[in-house]
């Protein structure tokens, strides 16, 4: 059963690995068929929810950090200072 109590009906997939990891995986006791679900669910939650974060799973950009779109607005202007209007 699933995490709701549903019934999951479960498909044969074919997928290629590189040998020394599944090797490594089973020597473990990794369950490889629910490691490779739970990371299939895992970047399809990520695509499907940009918001959580980057497609590269790193976290989206804050307010305040990045590219200062205004600079001139942190240059230092003396104490006294007044621009003049042409």
């Known amino acids: 059963m699933g995490a709701r109590g549903k019934m999951v ?3 044969n997939a074919c997928i ?4 020394k990891v599944l090797e490594t995986a089973k020597e ?5 068929s629910r490691v490779s679900e739970n990371a299939l ?3 399809i939650s990520r695509l499907m929810e940009p918001e ?3 497609v590269l799973g790193s976290p989206a950009r804050g307010e305040g950090r990045g590219r200062d779109l205004n600079p001139g607005a942190g ?3 003396p104490v006294g200072h007044q621009t003049t209007s042409p």
Do not use: M
Request: glycine share 10%; no cysteine; proline share 0%.
């Open 9 to 11: 009906t479960r498909v």
């Open 41 to 43: 669910k895992d970047a």
């Open 75 to 77: 240059l230092h202007r």
């Open 52 to 54: 959580r974060g980057t």
């Open 16 to 19: 290629y690995l590189d040998r």
């Open 28 to 32: 473990i006791g990794l369950n490889v």
